[in-house]
């Protein structure tokens, strides 16, 4: 049975940083999945936040956090990480990471449907 689990949220000034960790078991290869960190705020839809391709090579990332936020993967590890910079009381949420099996390195999605397994997520509160 898949797992996943973030952690590393907590809370932050803004202007600080934090780094997420979400860690996969249950599976043979990480090397698999694309892996995408998702956030949602308190009344607000969940949104993707970054995405990294299954051999670490391809990420996209959310307009707002770009520049702020590096996502990256360490498969021998079946962990990933989110690495965020100059955080912002907007970018208070919970943060939650999920797998998504794709079968080629180039290939990641943007839509919540095509993930597999989620995690339950982290919060993060930057304070003003």
């Known amino acids: 049975q898949v797992q996943v689990e973030e952690s590393g949220g907590g809370l932050v000034q803004a202007g600080g940083s934090l780094r997420l960790s979400c860690m996969a078991s249950?599976?043979?290869?990480?090397?698999?999945?694309?892996l995408g960190w998702f956030r949602q705020a308190p009344g607000k839809e969940r949104e993707l936040v970054a995405v990294i391709t299954r051999n670490g090579e391809g990420t996209y990332y959310f307009e707002s956090v770009k520049g702020r936020f590096t996502i990256s993967k360490d498969n021998a590890k079946n962990t990933a990480y989110l690495q965020m910079n100059s955080l912002k009381p907007e970018d208070t949420a919970v943060y939650s990471c999920a797998l998504d099996r794709t079968y080629d390195d180039a290939t990641y999605s943007l839509r919540e449907r095509d993930y597999d397994y989620w995690g339950l997520g982290t919060q993060v509160t930057v304070s003003s």
């Open positions: 249950g599976l043979t290869w990480l090397s698999r999945y694309a």
